[in-house]
T-cell receptor, first 114, second 111 residues
Framework: ETGVTQSPTHLIKTRGQQVTLRCSSQ?????VSWYQQALGQGPQFIFQ???????GRGNFPPRFSGLQFPNYSSELNVNALELDDSALYLC?????????????FGPGTRLTVL | AQTVTQSQPEMSVQEAETVTLSCTYD???????LFWYKQPPSRQMILVIR??????QNATENRFSVNFQKAAKSFSLKISDSQLGDAAMYFC????????FGKGTRLHILP
């Protein structure tokens, strides 16, 4: 069984650019959550997708947006990148009926904004 | 507002000894879940243990157990017989309407 995968592993962008991060959820999982983990901090919840709809959001501005596809894979898009967006972005998927009580995390994408 | 506080940025324990990581939280919700996650240097986050707030019995998973004090809003993690592979960042998390993580405790295992 393949776990949660994320691409790319590392990414360098400049301020003002746009970025798309990708996540493939574990087989059979229909809920995907995205987190931002700044250096030395715990993860911060960005948003969650269930059956292709956003069904929960943390305190992040609208320039953070996402998509979930019919195969339950997901994208995180960030527009107008700022220096403070530099962080590890984690994706986690959950099996049906468990919400986030059982999350399986991917290895993350390290984003550096210069 | 929900908060999660981990007051120990770093801890060290001798291999085979027992260590306790502290976590306090605050929420106005009556129905919530608490978690401990482990993030090794490879950075993939792994769920260690989970506690439902309505359950009085403390959760255990092999060498990992929690001390859940609901009235005190405390949720500590005890690791028994510490092993070198336990070295990692440990995050306490609370889920009521949303999930909130603490800032983490870095655990070092001394051989």
């Amino acid at each position: 069984e393949t776990g949660v995968t994320q691409s790319p592993t590392h990414l360098i962008k400049t301020r003002g650019q746009q970025v798309t991060l990708r996540c493939s959820s574990q087989s059979g999982h229909n809920t995907v959550s995205w987190y931002q983990q700044a250096l030395g901090q715990g993860p911060q919840f960005i948003f969650q997708y269930y059956r292709e709809e956003e069904n929960g959001r943390g305190n992040f501005p609208p320039r953070f947006s996402g998509l979930q596809f019919p195969n339950y894979s997901s994208e995180l898009n960030v527009n107008a990148l700022e220096l403070d967006d530099s962080a590890l972005y984690l994706c986690a998927s959950s099996p049906p009926g468990t919400a986030v009580n059982e999350q399986f995390f991917g290895p993350g994408t390290r984003l550096t904004v210069l | 507002a929900q908060t999660v506080t981990q007051s120990q940025p770093e801890m060290s324990v001798q291999e085979a000894e027992t260590v306790t990581l502290s976590c306090t939280y605050d929420t106005s919700e009556s129905d919530y879940y608490l978690f401990w996650y482990k993030q090794p240097p490879s950075r993939q986050m792994i769920l260690v243990i989970r506690q439902e707030a309505y359950k009085q019995q403390n959760a255990t998973e092999n060498r990992f157990s929690v001390n859940f004090q609901k009235a005190a809003k405390s949720f500590s993690l005890k690791i028994s017989d510490s092993q070198l592979g336990d070295a990692a960042m440990y995050f306490c998390a609370l889920r009521a309407d949303k999930i909130i993580f603490g800032k983490g405790t870095r655990l070092h295992i001394l051989p």
